[in-house]
């Protein structure tokens, strides 16, 4: 069986400023609800004998971003919640995984690009590879978690970035 948790909300603004709501909002739907939903889908798998969960996280689990503190806070513990979960479960045979893309033209990055708190040209500018990544790009990088040849692959978290993260740091 396959489970993935895919759980994203756009709050932006400046930490100083942020109403706790905004901040408890993003925690709720960005890290707990994919606690939750692995926790369900594990108690089903721990009964049919193993599974694979895939959790989405970002590049910005790595990279901060100025005014996004719930987004990349609750992104960095989905990789570490992914680490945990997959040396805890491994033993009942769940796979737990998880991508961390940078920026896809998807739905989340549209209405950021058209509330005017990001840039499509700026999301350009920052890729090593002078481009955003293709839908079908992160979509083959997730079936390969959830393939057979991934099974010896566990707490990982797989960077679809195009260099994003690792040209930051140089």
């Given at each position: 069986?396959?489970?993935?948790?895919?759980?994203?909300?756009?709050?932006h603004g400046?930490?100083?400023?942020?109403?706790?709501?905004?901040?408890?909002?993003?925690?709720?739907?960005?890290?707990?609800?994919?606690?939750?939903?692995?926790?369900?889908?594990?108690?089903?798998?721990?009964?049919?004998?193993?599974?694979?969960?895939i959790n989405?996280?970002?590049?910005?689990?790595?990279?901060?971003?100025?005014?996004?503190?719930?987004?990349?806070?609750?992104?960095?513990?989905?990789?570490?919640?992914?680490?945990?979960?997959?040396?805890?479960?491994?033993?009942?045979?769940?796979?737990?995984?998880?991508?961390?893309?940078?920026?896809?033209?998807?739905?989340?990055?549209?209405?950021?690009?058209?509330?005017?708190?990001?840039?499509?040209?700026?999301?350009?500018?920052?890729?090593?590879?002078?481009?955003?990544?293709?839908v079908p790009?992160?979509?083959?990088?997730?079936?390969?978690?959830?393939?057979?040849?991934?099974?010896?692959?566990?707490?990982?978290?797989?960077?679809?970035?195009?260099?994003?993260?690792?040209?930051?740091?140089?």
């Open positions: 069986d396959l489970w993935i948790n895919n759980a994203g909300l756009a709050l400046p930490s100083e400023t942020l109403p706790i709501e905004h901040w408890q909002l993003g925690l709720n739907i960005m890290l707990s609800g994919v606690f939750y939903g692995c926790q369900s889908a594990a108690r089903l798998m721990i009964e049919q004998g193993g599974g694979k969960i989405v996280a970002s590049v910005n689990a790595f990279v901060s971003q100025a005014g996004r503190a719930a987004y990349c806070s609750a992104k960095a513990g989905v990789v570490s919640l992914t680490e945990v979960l997959g040396a805890e479960w491994a033993r009942y045979k769940i796979r737990v995984n998880a991508v961390a893309p940078a920026v896809f033209l998807t739905e989340l990055a549209r209405a950021s690009i058209a509330d005017g708190s990001a840039s499509l040209d700026t999301y350009v500018g920052r890729s090593p590879m002078g481009r955003l990544g293709d790009e992160l979509v083959e990088t997730i079936l390969f978690l959830a393939s057979d040849q991934s099974n010896y692959i566990t707490g990982q978290t797989l960077r679809v970035d195009g260099g994003w993260v690792s040209d930051h740091y140089l």
